[in-house]
């Protein structure tokens, strides 16, 4: 039987063995300190953890396909071991994933760019290991991976083992998450294309072309399409049964929203919708099911509910007086087309009616905020970063809880309200 001390000599032999073939492939030199990345990071030197967000190592980009939110933590984006407070960078950590505490959420670990020159002790990944509780996805893995995982399994729950997925290529994300929702580091893409053209056999980077939607088609198509072969009903269907469902069976449930389903399960409910057929929630007996259906289809969208043009403003919200973001956000809803204004209100009437019963369900207008603030907004390239949510959420956290204020100025002639 091997002896922890050996596994973590092995381990040690097996990055180095890593480097060494890096370094013959591509002529890398893994002592040299990182080049700087393309990739955006705090720039408030008051966050807290401003030594280590800088860096743009942990990002928090939406959520992954079934409603879990999403962390990205990218190896080679941590500069060599005398530049980084390693214990700071756990405290980090775990300060961003507290945030999330008491919803699911999805951490994914790009293991490329780690060296010897930057890599945490072992007594650091422990502590790492230790703290994880919830769903994690490992790309690239390579034999240190795996040796790190043999020395730290008996420290870890069963419950938690069966929850690590590893994956050998970027191609494969997609049957887990939205790809235009990621934040990857461009070494990580340069590394997943050699690695391609090196396998034989491997999954081609070429996507099939996209088939049409089916007439009856509720996710992944625009309000308009879904209007349109609906003879013209505003409220997308799967929203209004959704909502008329949470609204009877789902005000007083803690943490509503909070909680994702079954994966496979949520697919079965997607295809009976964009198939046409009838959606009896009664019968999953999970009144979680058709609170992630709801939050999955507005992140499906083509176009996020607030528009693309909007981004930039509903990001400049922190710019704003207090005093005066209310008017603010107003002004910015009235820039908003009719369809999506609708359809927008119909929501946010719903959302008010759950933070009114947050004594009972937990759900204040700053937890729904959090929740769906990332799926009602989203940049048309790349995607929400971490110092993004903070105006994004106070923005969506208006919405809910001044909801008569912010929506008084338009009453759209065919409005449909909960």
Aim: net charge neutral.
């Amino acid at each position: 039987m091997i002896s922890s001390t050996d596994l973590e000599q092995l381990a040690e032999i097996e990055l180095q063995k890593e480097e060494d073939e890096e370094q013959g492939r591509h002529g890398y030199r893994p002592d040299r300190p990182p080049a700087p990345r393309r990739v955006s990071f705090s720039q408030d030197t008051s966050h807290p953890y401003y030594d280590v967000a800088r860096h743009g190592i942990l990002q928090v980009t939406g959520d992954d396909n079934y409603g879990r939110k999403l962390v990205i933590f990218s190896s080679c984006l941590m500069p060599p071991s005398h530049q980084l407070n390693h214990h700071h960078l756990l405290q980090y950590l775990m300060y961003t994933l507290d945030q999330y505490v008491e919803s699911d959420y999805t951490v994914v670990y790009f293991h490329h760019g780690l060296r010897s020159c930057n890599k945490p002790s072992l007594h650091w990944l422990r502590n790492a290991y230790r703290e994880f509780d919830r769903k994690m996805s490992s790309f690239h893995p390579t034999n240190f991976i795996r040796i790190i995982w043999n020395i730290f399994q008996p420290l870890i729950s069963h419950k938690f083992g069966k929850k690590l997925t590893y994956v050998n290529y970027l191609s494969e994300l997609r049957d887990h998450l939205s790809w235009d929702q990621l934040i990857i580091p461009p070494d990580v893409l340069r590394h997943d294309e050699r690695l391609q053209a090196a396998q034989k056999g491997g999954p081609s980077s070429k996507t099939p072309p996209p088939r049409p939607p089916l007439p009856t088609q509720q996710f992944g198509v625009s309000l308009q399409y879904i209007a349109e072969k609906n003879q013209g009903v505003m409220i997308p269907p799967v929203m209004s049964q959704t909502v008329s469902y949470l609204k009877d069976k789902g005000l007083q449930t803690e943490g509503i929203f909070r909680r994702s389903a079954r994966v496979q399960l949520i697919k079965d409910v997607q295809k009976l919708y964009n198939q046409g057929k009838p959606v009896v929630f009664e019968q999953y007996g999970d009144i979680h099911v058709p609170a992630v259906i709801l939050k999955t289809f507005l992140r499906e969208l083509p176009e996020p509910l607030l528009t693309f043009p909007l981004y930039h403003q509903i990001q400049d919200i922190v710019r704003v007086e207090s005093s005066l973001r209310v008017t603010t956000c107003k002004h910015i809803l009235e820039r908003l087309p009719e369809h999506n204004y609708m359809v927008l209100k119909y929501l946010l009437c719903f959302l008010n009616m759950v933070s009114q019963q947050s004594i009972i369900n937990k759900m204040s207008p700053s937890n729904l905020a959090c929740v769906f603030g990332v799926n009602l907004s989203w940049p048309s390239q790349g995607s929400v970063s971490l110092t993004s949510l903070t105006p994004l959420n106070i923005f969506t956290e208006i919405l809910i809880e001044h909801y008569h204020t912010v929506f008084s100025s338009r009453c759209p002639r065919a409005e449909v309200l909960p």
